[in-house]
């Protein structure tokens, strides 16, 4: 709103049914998808609706179209936010990916889904590079919070967004934000919580010179001495995540 920016970009919500713990947002600030649907209507630089969720009610209410739709879903013609928070959250939940190149062979025992390099790159994951510490089950995130040095200024010694410590004002928590999940992970550059990183490249490159130092690196962070070719595969291995079937289009006409 008014040309204003934020200072993170938006995670992805695929397989968002699937968390973990229900940690929501790179901070962790929302509790549930219903808390984190409503979040970017009321944010005031996002769709500034600082009033809610009444005001988003009664605006929505306004709009005779959508009666029929909240008759049907909820019994009633009434709008109201929590019922907008429930609706936009059963769309979410609908946001799975699966089936991809990785998925076929390792479930599908598919030996031709995936190339050599993949299959070496999943062995680094889940071995050498120890991936699966924070990126873990099948949704690759642990929905827990690390440091990873990103947005760390070693001049003034402060992090340009303090991340999880806003939330539990916590020392521990300076600096950490929340594993992101690595499903269709290719389709959002670019990467971590402030898009500082512009491919999965220097990613996987950051991870392998043990993150960036400051006084709240996560003791999981250390350098990996992972070889360029070794990097690669990862690399691979990680754009074999690309999956299917939550792909729809988007409406052509909304209720008047």
């Not at 609908?94 to 025992?109: E, I, K």
Request: charged content about 25%; hydrophobic content about 30%.
């Amino acid at each position: 709103i008014g040309g204003q920016k934020g200072r993170g970009k938006a995670p992805s919500l695929v397989n968002q049914a699937d968390a973990l713990l229900p940690h929501f947002f790179w901070d962790g600030r929302a509790g549930s998808l219903e808390d984190q649907a409503l979040g970017p209507i009321g944010n005031p630089i996002e769709m500034g609706m600082t009033n809610m969720p009444h005001a988003l009610g009664d605006k929505l209410s306004k709009i005779e179209g959508y009666r029929p739709y909240f008759r049907s879903a909820f019994g009633s013609d009434e709008i109201t936010g929590e019922r907008i928070a429930k609706a936009i959250v059963a769309y979410e939940q609908t946001r799975m990916s699966g089936n991809s190149a990785w998925d076929r062979w390792r479930y599908d025992r598919d030996e031709k889904a995936v190339s050599e390099e993949v299959k070496q790159g999943h062995e680094l994951f889940f071995g050498k590079a120890k991936c699966r510490q924070c990126h873990a089950g099948n949704n690759f995130t642990d929905s827990k919070f690390h440091n990873l040095g990103v947005g760390w200024d070693p001049v003034t010694k402060q992090f340009s967004d303090e991340g999880r410590f806003v939330v539990t004002k916590n020392e521990t928590d300076r600096g950490a934000f929340k594993t992101p999940t690595l499903r269709d992970v290719t389709k959002h550059p670019p990467y971590l919580h402030d898009g500082s990183e512009m491919s999965l490249r220097e990613v996987v490159e950051l991870y392998n010179r043990g993150g960036n130092k400051n006084p709240y690196l996560d003791v999981k962070m250390e350098p990996l001495r992972l070889t360029p070719a070794e990097v690669d595969a990862i690399v691979a291995f990680l754009e074999s995540l690309e999956g299917e079937g939550y792909q729809d289009k988007a409406p052509q006409a909304f209720p008047q």
